[in-house]
């Protein structure tokens, strides 16, 4: 009766998200800030403390005057779009099957097996495209027997894929398959079992669209784009944890401030860190994290789907559902 | 006569819009502030002002040196674009109704009976969608026995969505109904009640959208980017209680002002939660917030239409409407 | 022979359109600028003057210090973006009436008044659904019975729309009118007048895509934004009246300049209320403003354009228009 | 054999283009700059200097201080996104032409004369367009007789356009020759010259998209925003001219370099007059600058092929083309 | 069984790209940067160094408070958001040829060299196209012969192609195998080879939309907006390497990290050129940087997949792939 999550376990959730994608880099950011800190106060003599502050206070001169935001704002900004455009085109399964069964004949006594042929290459097809961008899914199936034993492939088709002596097998296995529904459709029509022959073209532009919509998920923004950013927001939160500006306070009480509670650079700190986090989900959406697609749910979906179908074409409303209709 | 408001009134209506949105964090916010003012002038000694004075004056280079404005507005602005496609592809049940409707012969029998089932069913899984992400529907709506009482849901289809023992009921309740639908349109083929055999196709491909529509309204901006936002804006806003730039300004009545009429931190207090407030509403514009779309409104909107169908059906126009027609 | 304006026209219009959008925000921040610079220089004691000169560089610093601009910039440019969508998604009613036309069988008795009617209906739509949101149509058609005189509505239409025992009523009129053209299809397939039956889906079609974009045209940013924005603004620039940092500069020359030639302040306080003026203009795209969407051109151009179509229903290329024909 | 300009010469071409864009204004700039600096060290006496310095200084501060290129850059990204999106969906002749004349039963009599008007009608509906907005383009065709001498339009088509009497005129010319195109395509159903019934629908249906094409090409960003960006970039120019902030610098070396070889406010200046023309160019994208689109040789590629289009009418592959076909 | 690369590879990978981007920037950089330094300690008298200390603060200054980042960033963005559609939009041959062989009666006997004629002319047109933009493409055929030597072209057409006294050749060459392609529609409707006949406008229409998409890909960002952009970044970064504030360190220390150890200068330079080189990568997507779209091994995958289309249509799923179907 819940479908949804109450909101305040969703707050405490996403701070979980929050705190799992930062505890690492803050630790490291606390620990080298305090041994500064340390290393200033106990470790130096007066020479190396004048140094020490004349250099802390060029660095901090840096953080403040260069727009590294700015930088920052702009990738997390066009890796975000990028990521709800993916979400939005990310190709689904759904829509094929649910066609092509309704384009067939209803009592075709062949009909129940191709209907389930068609949904399981689909499916196939979708899993052989993810997992080439997918960590977890690679997971799940490292290899076609893996994909065999989720029922997903039959012995037969593993044997045609692996093939190696066969031409087919130079092609992407995306492709075989795909090639495989469409000789599919081709067959459907010579043997006459679309309820209408215009039926047979909206079949092979919907698998031709399915097709085109699985290429696209694997374009992505270039990976050096993203390593050049990380590059130099590390080397930002590295001159952070030396950035103090010791020299311009001679109140003691705030360089104390300065010195043992940061908290005015760790939240700095904190934004780019975060920032750069959900910029590199978005480049990335198929990952691990929390906050990125689930495709192992999306996958599960699409084979809890095909396995639906066949009641599709075969269940009648007025007898297998409702008793009550017209 | 008058189905819009007078621009004074909506003048009016969306100040206390902006009002109910930020007049607690302004109370907290001007309590705070002033506390502090109280500390300073009546509850210190002379090293704690001076430690006062030069504590808020580090905090004041923080709110002026780094560019807290460019992440937020980054995101508002990304947040904003997301509300506008949201708006534009949030599902409607009226075409997918109406063009069912518009297919099935005239003079039917059953074909009342039909299209009111058919519209009823696309406003269930309409319904059942929206429970999902729009907190005000589902206190509308907290179980299935509800929608039964407003009509919607037949006794005999609740059981259904609700048997624990089918096999159905594992698949999400949207889809069950989706089904329904997609049955009842190759019913509707065997029985020969489209004008055209094409239709079915036309029908089918439309409720596949109306599907894909409704998934993608689910699927939002991850809510751990805003959780971060939130944090920081929130951290910058109690920075701002605190600083006040006391030492740079000998002059007495400044300090009096910067004191007492905290008007200028007041206004980047104000732009920093209005814009944050924006960008959360229009990162969860399903919510109970007044610049929200109204799902409630929509929802009774597409209950009405599919009342309406079923004279659309019925009618018609040189008897039924108008007496003057060629 | 000169449909388009000479550069030289075009460019002294566009000033035109800065000088009223900025003349009476000018006046008033010239007025209060120069009255701050009397009172200084012939209102005060020499305290008052001390105080007047702290104050006005405390505030002076805000002006500065704060990024005012990147709020306003991103304001403007999701505006402006939106304007462009809606430009471009707004409804017509060429599309519609023309293909309904163009399906129609020739020859048919009736033909020329189910277009006529047709034709009227779809404009009547159109004005219902810009009613709501435009002014100046709003103006022009204050009511029904303003609409009846311009001969878009029928006596007996009109009292359908006003009847307020009638059920149908409790609808928006502008779906009200929808329905009719529906039924009008649904007629026109009933009494076989398309040329091929395939025509009336296209119909049914080519109407919903229609309803659905009058109900996007009604969507719009929300207004409390535009709210906040504005105050900020007006406080930005009252704060640009008072600011003026009269104690960096010693020198009397500039001082005078300060005191008497605003053009610096005056030139900020520009950009603020122009950029402000066109991110508003384009959150509301159908209002007075000379760089609106001029509605009520549209609207005219409708008008034509329906009855122009009863020319495209009868006429014959070879004998109505040309005679060269092959 | 070489349809691609070398990459050295596109390197120069486009530092052309650049020069050309820009080297009046540099002029005036660097006269306005070098003559005040002969008025600085030669002209004034001691206290003219001393203001001077104090006026420079003070405009310094605020070309230092305000966003001005926040404001550019967003003008410039606005611009430069909404002339992408014109490029994609400029209105092209080829596809409506190619679709009717494939469309047409082959071995018609009348056919290709039939192709050939549609053909120039389209191209005709095309110019008529394109001379509201586009400079060159109504230089090549200043009137109607233009238009016919160059072949494209007849002495009675123009008659028609240029009857006053005849009330169709009062509508744009470019609608009055879709109609025309419509009442072909009515006539062609009539006559039963297409292949297949439906096709006639698809054809309105491109004629309308056309023409809904050719209506967005008009549409454009408010003139009156460009007009204000650069009535600020101009001002900010004229200020760089003025600032030099002399009294900061001691060294008689830098404030030779500063007196005489300004390449810092010139590089400055520099950005400000090239962003602002590439905003410029991209709002109005169909002028006389190299940047812009170039619709001179779109218009020839049009003509030339509505002219090939005969001959995709008449010709078999292979009879006229090939002789080793199957 | 491993399409996917390990991500530590890469990672590294991603590093070796970056490293190529900007060694040998970063070698003149550091080269300058140090004669620089060398020259000021060893090369000058007291009075050189006062005024390279002046000069050099100076610059200082520009880097500083110009906001050089943002134009940058917004150039950047609006290059990486233009890629995106490019990918997404970047024609591909599978659709028309698949769609092609799909819409053809089966078992004709002409059947598999009409296939095969016409994929082979949808790869050649593409080929032809991708030429104009793309240099490594253009260096794999740097003439017709190189493609006939591919097996792509046959004799005859490039006879065809290049017969100067031809009228056709005037036209582009991609538009004249285009023309092939409609002409070899026209050919299949005529000899009745189509499935159905409705077939035939959906082949035109795909051909269409390839030939649009054709065009699209070679429009592009102004070339001399990027002309623009890299002055300006080439200039900041010739001050980069002269700008340092020796003046305001008296410390003998942070002089020598300045002098010797220029990090901070570095980093500013490494991320204007990494993030230019992205901007002009993507502006310029079908060049030869490892972060480009790779046309070549597109082009290979258009050509293998026509040469299996062949297949596509002779193959039968039950007698050629499969022996297990229903």
Known sequence: EAPTVPDAQRFGHSFKI??????????????????????????????????????????????????????????????????????????????????????????????????????????????????????????????????QDSGILLEEEKRILLDEDNPVTVTPRPLVVIEWMLLLLKESMKEDRYIKESSHIKNVEAVMAFKKSCGNTIKNIPYAVIQAVVLVVYWFCTVLTMARNLRAFKNEFVRNIISYFPVMPYIQFFVFIAWLSFGRAAVNPFGNDESDINVMQLCEAHIKHSFRLKNLYTNNLDEDVFRFLP
Chains 1, 2, 3, 4, 5 share one sequence.
């Open 18 to 147: 929050i705190f799992k994608m930062i505890w690492k880099h803050s630790l490291v950011f606390l620990i080298c800030y305090f041994s500064l800190t340390v290393l200033y106060n106990f470790g130096l003599d007066e020479e190396q403390v004048r140094n020490f502050e004349a250099l802390t206070s060029y660095l901090a001169r840096y953080t403040r005057t260069f727009n590294w935001m700015i930088m920052l704002g702009f990738f997390t900004n066009t890796a975000l779009q990028r990521l709800f455009t993916t979400q939005m085109t990310i190709p689904g399964t759904d829509r094929i099957t649910t066609l092509f069964t309704m384009s067939l004949k209803p009592n075709l006594p062949e009909g129940p097996a191709i209907v389930d042929l068609y949904a399981r290459w689909t499916v196939l097809a979708w899993i052989l495209t993810f997992r080439i961008i997918c960590h977890p899914l690679r997971r799940e199936f490292p290899n076609l027997q893996a994909i």
